[in-house]
């Protein structure tokens, strides 16, 4: 009798800079089975990060990595098929990316094109910002002030070049006349939540 395949496992990265909601939906996901893996760790590098109340809700084993150094030999050590970042804030050094090709899921707060000369289009036929080298905040800032028609995130494979990658999926928000930056990236968020689930969902059952 043929032995039944393993589950694949996937390990979250997080840190104290959010609420955790990309985790708690990656959470959700599993166990409602829209994604087909189990979550074998969440890493974070401080041990104040919020997110670090779903894990233990959840009996989610955890890790504590404050030096970025270190990050290597802890993913080797658990040894997961997918490494999700959300919300983790050191920077992933090369040699990280390197050893897991097409195995970082990162989301980014803008829309990013599929060749680096590219473009990505608005529902509208507007041009999407990019939000190269912005985080959360300041990229949902970005959209406002350049009268964007459309906020927008991208879950992408991480690459050695910075902020590209293979795109796996995109999501996008109209601007509403009386957004501020707190009303925008609630609404955003919540799509970022989905479509970080719907990604999971389709890597993990193909």
């Not at 590209?164 to 609630?186: C, H, I, M, Q, W």
Request: glycine letters at 6%; hydrophobic letters at 40%; a negative charge.
């Amino acid at each position: 009798m043929m032995s039944q395949k393993s589950k694949l496992q996937i390990v979250v990265l997080i840190s104290n800079t959010g609420t955790g909601s990309n985790l708690k939906a990656i959470i959700d996901g599993v166990e409602r089975d829209s994604i087909n893996a189990s979550i074998c760790a969440v890493i974070s590098d401080r041990d104040d990060a919020m997110g670090l109340e779903h894990a233990k809700a959840h009996n989610i084993p955890i890790e504590i990595c404050p030096i970025k150094e270190d990050l290597l030999a802890l993913l080797q050590k658990l040894n997961p098929d997918f490494i999700c970042l959300a919300g983790w804030k050191k920077i992933i050094l090369d040699e990280v990316i390197t050893a897991y090709p097409n195995k970082i899921l990162n989301l980014h707060p803008g829309l990013i094109p599929d060749t680096v000369e590219g473009t990505v289009q608005n529902p509208d036929g507007t041009l999407a910002l990019w939000n190269k080298g912005m985080l959360a905040d300041k990229a949902v800032a970005n959209f406002l002030n350049n009268k964007s028609t459309f906020a927008g995130s991208s879950v992408h494979f991480l690459t050695l070049d910075f902020d590209f990658g293979p795109v796996l999926g995109r999501t996008f928000e109209k601007v509403e006349n009386n957004d501020t930056v707190e009303s925008l990236y609630a609404r955003l968020k919540k799509k970022e939540n989905e479509l970080y689930v719907e990604v999971l969902g389709k890597i993990t059952h193909s």
